[in-house]
């Protein structure tokens, strides 16, 4: 599986921004975790390809939406009223099995077997 992540760039505080992944191979469900500097990278939302289940962290609940389009086989994440400490590069991955436990596998990296390029996202305050 290849994931190609696009549609960072820079935006104000409380603007909004859309990122893509574009995933070539088939996978059972598609996260989006972010790097910021300095910091260890963290879990920020996941969605199955198959079920709707989705699950988000407490930082962005309420502000970011993960979507996916299985038809182009493309995953997304609408992220709303940002703020400067949501500046990060944003990895999107792939998990390859399902793994039965809830947000126990589907937030930590450990269980995600492939990952995209990383897109800049940085917000202006």
């Known amino acids: 599986v290849q994931l190609q992540a696009c549609g960072g760039g820079l935006v104000q505080a409380g603007g909004s921004l859309s990122i893509a992944c574009a995933a070539s191979g088939s996978s059972y469900a598609m996260g989006w975790f972010r790097q910021a500097p300095g910091k260890e990278r963290e879990f920020v939302a996941r969605?199955?390809?198959?079920?709707?289940?989705?699950y988000y962290s407490d930082s962005v609940k309420g502000r970011f939406t993960i979507t996916r389009d299985n038809a182009k086989n493309t995953g997304y994440l609408q992220m709303n009223s940002l703020k400067p400490e949501d500046t990060a590069v944003y990895y999107c991955a792939a998990q390859t099995r399902a793994y039965y436990g809830g947000a126990v596998y589907a937030t930590n990296e450990r269980f995600y077997t492939y990952w995209g390029q990383g897109t800049l996202v940085t917000v202006s305050s």
């Open positions: 969605i199955g390809w198959t079920f709707d289940t989705t």
